[in-house]
């Protein structure tokens, strides 16, 4: 059909994604961004083709976001970004669109559905395409066939697409070789593909997600990361990835995230920290940069880390062990760092007091409920911000290729669309429950530090492991009549399977109200401080109270605001504590000796403001930079 003027309509696209999260402010539409920004590239196609990105945040109901999709003009093409959280949701949504535009075009994209097209037609016959791997050539090379007017069941040309005959047979066409020049996808930001600001013209969005390369070398049993496993890694230019940064920081973006593998691997990896901090001299932002780190630290890691710390860039450096069992480390096929190397690593780094965490998977082939608990104790005599995910089957990995050969028993969950792991050689059903109701709390108190500074003397001090803190919360939990306990239970109860939302219920609980502070007051009071010795009980009880009022503050009540470079701070003014606890938790950590003598201290406590969203994240690398930063009272606070 013509215009007024005989010009052909625009296609209209609308390109859809969905963060897990949810929480006040969105998830950065990486993958929308890229797709949006291959078409304003194209000087065939951005005249001829109008794209929208609909972004939503997490737990929006299906009326809600068909509400958005579908109130005004309805899509020629639609796109939606999959992973297993939103896979249920867009699938509903794709039967709507048709109900609407039987000749609209459905578009699956993403991890969770790559190579997985023979399942996804059959649970949403209404999907015409299903695109394999990256995904920036094989859109615009469709949005060019519908615009000649090719059919979506006649594709035969396509590299990197599923589709359906007529008679609904499923045709895989070869795959699409792996983009080598990244600089060939415009960058979303610098092309305007994804709109940053919001009417108030601040950064809309929670981090801002980027990537500086594609690609792993590893071939981890659980992992698909991207698709793009086992292979050479390829990286964008320093030019684009300096102006990108730039753009962030003219915008007053607190924390840069980049949506690598390894970061600080490759030697490009120290040329962007250069201009990282370069940037935040020049502008003041950012302020934080986070990144999935190198397995293996290599001489690069340890000077980006050097350099990161000299210039007042936060971060906070992984430990990916995911295991300390030599068997499940093998049938992971992973190249773990050695014992002395990880422990070596976490030592300089509490010297230099710099933050890291660990990252643990419950469940996999080979350990055990006594091995995994002994991996988590001796790991927590080092680090106690770790982070233990079960083990979940991700579509085209070795876990869920194989599942015979492990001996797995899953299923899918009540949610989302991701397996879960019940059972499995080494471990049973009641192994795993077991252990998803420690998960649940290890989670909440330990991975998104509702506690982080009681740790190490409760263990060094008073002979408490970190298992058995967890564990004492969660029996208090359970068999307590105390009220404030109820909202606690229910949520462990929901944890298992009920992932990211039944933790932000209790995260949310415990940071945002004053029955979840009392709650924590109580366990304590009523379980903990009986058991301590009292030559310790004292100072230990001043440690907890000190970690409690570093908590992050979302409700800030009679909390002046100031400003400091440019960040908004709660300020707490003339806190008082019985001993000096900064200087002797310093101590403890250097393993230096300590005396536990009362010494009356004075301290100002600032929490930067907008925590509420990172709390409802449940994104603890996120929640550790809106903890309360100490200094002596009276003394200048500058933000680190």
Known sequence: MLGAEGARPRLRVVLVQQGVWDMPLESLPLASGYLKAMVLGDAELRDQVSVDICNFRGRVTHGEMAARLFAGQIPDVIGFSVFGWNQRAFGALTATFKQLNPDGWVLFGGTHVSEQAERVFRLYPEVDVVVNGEGELTFVELLRARLAGVRPDDLEPVLGVSWQRPDRTVVTNPERPRIEDLDIIPSPFLTGAIELMDSAGRFRYDVALFETNRGCPYKCSFCYWGGAIGQRVRAFSRQRLRAELELFAKSGVHTVVACDANFGMLPGDLELVDDLI?????????????????????????????????????????????????????????????VNEWRDLVQWLNREGLDCYAELIWGAPGDTVESFLAGYDELAQHVSRIAVYPIMLLPNTEYASNKDLYGIVALRGDNDDFEYVLAHRTMSFADNALMQRFLFWARVIAENAVLRHCWLPLRGLAGWGQSRVLNSMADWADTTASPEAVPLREAALRGHGGGAPAYAKAIGYLFTTAEGRRALEQWWQEVVEPQLPEDVRPFLAEVYRYDLLTQPVCEPGPLAVVEVNGVEYYHRPGVTLDYDVPAILARLRAEEPVTLTPRTTHLDIYYRTGALSAVMSTNHEEIVHFMGEVRPAGAPFTAP
């Open 278 to 338: 370069e940037i935040k001299q020049q502008y003041g932002f950012p302020l934080a940069f986070e990144s999935s780190w190198a397995k293996n630290k290599s001489k690069v890691f340890y000077e980006i880390v050097r350099k990161m710390k000299d210039a007042g860039l936060r971060s906070s450096f992984t430990l990916a062990l995911q295991s300390l069992n030599s068997e499940a480390v093998t049938l992971m096929r992973r190249r773990n760092m050695k």
